[in-house]
Structure formats: structure tokens, C-alpha cells
């Protein structure tokens, strides 16, 4: 016996793809059109039981919180690395790396050094950060879309040097943007303005790339953001303005496209962030509809999440500071949208399963933790005995 398992086309028992028309009706929604797929067996078999809220992290200030958020990365000793495009000024340089814990703590902040001394103020040599990553084992790298390179720095605040050259050639940058840290040690680099993709050592030696712009299967269109899937390696791509994810091998055969949750939510409009946890769920930020949706490995639509965060008592410690405004917000009559997001950057997976989402128009990480039982063999009916219930 077969189950159609995609969301788009039929799903032999082998779990490959085979052709056919789309599938519709009320239990198929046209999320994910799967141009191949992974055997069933690739992923763990879940009881998905939702997501909680956690913690909310940071607000706007410009040294012991956030301005200009771009993007978080998680450093493997208990602190968040935000990586912050700051405005031109006199005082501080273009780029700030907020470090941060759950708790809301801002013990520092890093800059990069140039020479020994901090990136000079209006004459920086990094002037447009984009997205971050860690190693988890303290280094952190960014892209500068403008320079065109990665930067390393440790998490201890030691700039370890940069890499990178503009050109349109392989192993060439024309405004890196995605940046991840893959599990065997080398650094996916998106570049948005020729639309490819490339990976390299962490010296910046190139290893091979893919992709070219356009709008069909394979192509791409000011790509954004980037993530590797931990379980079988392939790539992920946050397709910005063609408004969907793709999927590929690492070797750039494209795989899968995400472009809706389906079921009237409406499609994505301008993705800029992905993100894969251990079990192969994909988190996507659909910045354009201010909202984060989680799908299962095939492309399945899970959950959607448009924020629920709090004011933290930092935040109410500096209201506190102003009479006027507490009395302001006495008669505000509706905080229902103070806790949404507002044009989400980037999302970030660790390795407890907190999801963590960079709410860039609100300076400030929400973090969600998502619930779930891994389900051993028996637990569950086997592919070939299942009967869709039609529950929904």
C-alpha cells in the first residue's frame, strides 16, 4: 500500500517521487512542490506537541541592547552573539556584535579591530553587515555585503583576520549574504546579487558552488538566507524575492520548494531567514507577512508563529524612568500588537530545540522551545499500514 506523503505529486513506497499531476483536495495543501525526495526512514519519526514561549531578549539601546539587529548566533557557551548594523555616527562604528544571554543580560559588546583599534567610526572598513554564525566553539563569522568578505572574530572579542574578493567568478563574492558553519567545519555563503551559492573552508579556500538567477526550479532571484540540514546535508535557501525556499544537494540539483503553508495562510512574501533543526524541521522567517512557519522534512505545513512577547523589566525599569510615559501607557487600549513581530530578520535553532527569532523592527530575540516526543517502532503504524483519518 502507497500514502501520498507530499504535498505535491504521488509518493511511492520507497519514499521516492514519481510524476503525476498535483494533488488536491482538503487534505493536500500546495505547499511544497518536492522535485525529490528522502526516504521516510532519513528523520525521526515525532509526536509534535506545539511550541512554548520562553524568554524575550533585549530592547532598543544602542550599547546594552539593540540597534539595528540583523541576526543572532548561537556561541555554544550559553551566549547569544546579535550581530547589529548601527547608523552612521561619530561615536560608534558600523557594526556591533550585542552579546546576550536568555536572562536578558548585556555584559559587552564586540567591535572589529583593525590594526589593533577599533573599526574607525565613519571610515569603516565594514559598513554593511548582513548575517552571522558560529562555530560553537568561539569563533563567529559575518558577511559584509559592501566589503565583500567574511570576518572572523572570537567570541572572546579578538578579530582573527577576513577573506573574500568582489567578482562574479567562482569562489568570488557581489554582496555576501547568509553565512552558516555546516557540521563538517566549512561556511555556506549566500551571494544575493549574482544569485549563487558557494562553499568554502573556513580559510576562505573555495569549494565548490551553484545556482543562477532566474525564477524556474533551481534559480534564484536576491537569495538571503542559508541553512544545512543536519541530518543529510543538504542545502536550504531563503529565495527572497522569488518568494519561496529551495531546497538542493550539495551539489546544487534542486530538491524541494517551499512557496505557501497552504490552506488559505497565503504564501510567503519575501523569505529572508531558514533555519533546520535536528530532527529536520524547517523554520522559515516570512518577513513579509511578519511571521515564522514551521514545516515537517517533506514540506508539510506544522505551525505558524507571529509573536508573544512581554515588556522584560529592563524595559520596565527604563519606562520607569519617565512618568509621562507610564501614565501614556496607562491608557493604551490595545497591547495586543506590541507582542508581534514586526519585520523578522532571521531564526535560529539550538541544540535544545529553542527557536529563536530575531524580531528586528522591535530589537529584540523572541525565543519559543519546541515540545515533542521522539517515537520509537511500534509506537506509530508503519508507512504501508497508515490510513489518513482526515482529522482536519
Not at 518536492?34 to 526512514?41: F, I, P, Q, V
Not at 541592547?65 to 548561537?74: H, P, R
Not at 533551481?218 to 527572497?240: C, F, K, Q, R, S
Not at 546544487?252 to 505557501?260: H, K, N, R, S, Y
Request: overall charge neutral.
Amino acid at each position: 500500500m502507497t500514502t501520498t506523503l507530499e504535498r505535491h505529486g504521488k509518493t511511492a513506497a520507497n519514499g521516492k517521487a514519481v510524476g503525476g499531476p498535483p494533488a488536491t483536495g482538503p487534505d493536500i495543501d500546495a505547499a511544497s512542490h518536492a522535485l525529490e525526495t528522502r526516504g521516510a526512514d532519513e528523520y525521526p519519526l515525532l509526536m509534535r506537541m506545539g511550541h512554548s514561549f520562553e524568554a524575550v531578549v533585549g530592547q532598543r539601546l544602542l550599547v546594552d541592547g539593540f540597534y539595528g539587529a540583523l541576526d543572532v548566533a548561537i556561541g555554544g557557551d550559553g551566549w547569544y552573539y546579535v550581530l547589529n548594523k548601527m547608523v552612521s555616527g561619530e561615536l560608534y562604528p558600523r557594526v556591533r556584535i550585542a552579546v546576550c544571554n536568555i536572562n536578558d543580560e548585556f555584559p559587552r559588546n564586540i567591535v572589529p579591530m583593525i590594526d589593533g583599534k577599533p573599526d574607525e567610526p565613519l571610515n569603516e572598513m565594514f559598513k554593511s553587515p548582513v548575517c552571522c554564525d558560529s562555530d560553537g566553539k568561539g569563533t563567529f563569522f559575518f558577511t559584509d555585503e559592501h566589503a565583500n568578505k567574511v570576518v572572523m572574530i572570537s567570541t572572546k572579542g579578538e578579530t582573527l583576520g577576513w577573506w573574500g574578493e568582489a567578482g562574479t567568478k567562482p569562489g568570488q563574492f557581489n554582496a555576501p549574504a547568509g553565512i552558516i558553519h555546516a557540521k563538517d567545519g566549512t561556511l555556506w555563503v549566500v551571494n544575493s546579487k549574482d544569485s549563487r551559492v558557494q562553499q568554502f573552508t573556513r580559510d576562505g579556500k573555495f569549494i565548490k558552488g551553484f545556482g543562477k538567477a532566474g525564477t524556474g526550479p533551481g534559480e534564484l532571484n536576491y537569495p538571503w538566507g542559508i541553512a544545512v540540514d543536519p541530518v543529510n546535508g543538504t542545502v536550504l535557501v531563503a529565495d527572497w524575492r522569488n518568494d519561496r525556499i529551495q531546497r538542493f544537494s550539495p551539489d546544487g540539483e534542486p530538491l524541494q520548494v517551499i512557496d505557501t503553508p497552504g490552506r488559505g495562510r497565503g504564501p510567503l512574501k519575501r523569505p529572508s531567514g531558514v533555519a533546520v533543526d535536528a530532527h529536520g524541521d524547517i523554520y522559515i522567517v516570512d518577513r513579509g507577512n511578519d511571521r515564522v512557519l514551521q514545516f515537517n522534512p517533506r514540506g508539510m505545513f506544522i505551525e505558524s508563529f507571529i509573536g508573544d512577547a512581554y515588556m522584560t523589566e529592563r524595559g520596565a525599569d527604563k519606562l520607569m524612568a519617565n512618568p509621562n510615559m507610564c501614565r501614556w501607557r496607562d491608557h493604551m487600549l490595545d497591547l495586543d500588537r506590541e507582542k508581534r513581530f514586526w519585520k523578522p530578520s532571521m531564526v535560529k535553532v539550538d541544540s535544545e530545540f529553542r527557536v529563536h527569532v530575531v524580531d528586528a523592527g522591535r530589537f529584540r530575540l523572541q525565543i519559543y522551545r519546541k515540545r515533542f516526543r521522539v517515537l520509537q517502532p511500534g509506537q506509530a503504524d508503519s508507512a504501508e499500514t497508515f490510513t489518513a483519518p482526515f482529522l482536519n
